[in-house]
């Protein structure tokens, strides 16, 4: 199996090359100008070519190194647009929503006060699309897709704007009471059905109540389908659930994933059976 194209596994080793050619050599000769921004996106970019060189896709190691080229010469380079790929259709509206919050930190001052963490963010979703595309190895993608969440975090984490001391408020108990929301989905999507947003921000609001929160949120599926399938498709949702929740204010390190398919179905049934009742996610609030 293919190593590993990714931040989260490659980390700070280094893959020395030797006589590689190609664009990756070329772009590894350049000493990198303009702003520290462009300097960091050149570092991942020539990372990322790397990588996929190592794996024998010289397509992707190629499209890699054209970018770190342009962030040494001090031009923009924009992020990837899932827009211009061939994104599997169940996966495009959790790239979409990714990408929108990518483009709006490159917009915000962001490339000054969260430098790295922002050039982490942007190679990391490249290396999402196009890991994604291909759609072969899930263990890729999902690598990549970890790296931009977390680089996001850290992003957020950065741009925090220190407020003055207010008042301490009267004593509150805390809640320790654990509190689950129901969504659910549209037929073989990850696509929720209406009034889900609405349930998604109560869940944030709660969280509000724990000194040390713990967020799950798990998918599952009716039985039709096979379980394979099931497994995946519940994955895809708990996935897009969680980034969806992630951009209307949910702290990700207090996220925890879960798919179960069609296994704990919440409405009993045959196998083959469509239930729009087991099309769905759970999000469970509690303390750790």
């Not at 090359?17 to 000769?29: I, Q, V």
């Not at 000054?112 to 759609?135: G, H, I, P, Y």
């Not at 996001?152 to 004593?171: F, Q, R, T």
């Amino acid at each position: 199996m293919k190593n590993v194209v990714t931040f989260a596994v490659l980390g700070a080793a280094s893959i020395t090359l030797a006589a590689c050619g190609g664009k990756l050599g070329e772009a590894e000769k350049l000493d990198a100008t303009g702003s520290a921004f462009n300097k960091a996106l050149y570092a991942d970019y020539i990372t990322l070519s790397k990588g996929e060189y190592g794996e024998g896709d010289y397509t992707d190691s190629d499209r890699f190194a054209d970018k770190a080229m342009m962030a040494a010469s001090g031009a923009d380079v924009a992020p990837y647009d899932p827009a211009t790929w061939k994104i599997p259709a169940d996966r495009e509206a959790v790239l979409k929503g990714a990408y929108g919050r990518l483009v709006s930190a490159l917009n915000s001052t962001a490339k000054d006060k969260a430098t790295a963490q922002l050039a982490r963010a942007q190679t990391s979703f490249d290396c999402w699309v196009q890991e994604q595309e291909e759609n072969f190895q899930p263990d890729h993608i999902a690598a990549c897709r970890d790296a931009f969440i977390a680089a996001m975090n850290d992003v957020d984490k950065a741009m925090m704007v220190a407020k003055p001391a207010a008042p301490a408020p009267a004593p509150k108990k805390m809640m320790a009471e654990a509190k689950s929301w129901e969504i659910l989905f549209h037929f073989d999507s990850t696509k929720t059905l209406a009034g889900a947003k609405g349930k998604i921000q109560e869940a944030i609001d709660y969280v509000k109540n724990f000194k040390r929160p713990r967020v799950t949120i798990a998918g599952y599926t009716d039985t039709s389908g096979s379980k394979e399938y099931n497994k995946a498709l519940s994955n895809r949702r708990s996935e897009a659930l969680a980034i969806t929740a992630m951009d209307m204010g949910l702290d990700p390190k207090n996220v925890v994933m879960r798919s179960y398919g069609e296994d704990r179905l919440g409405v009993k049934t045959a196998d083959g059976v469509k239930e729009q009742k087991n099309r769905r996610a759970v999000i469970t609030v509690e303390s750790k």
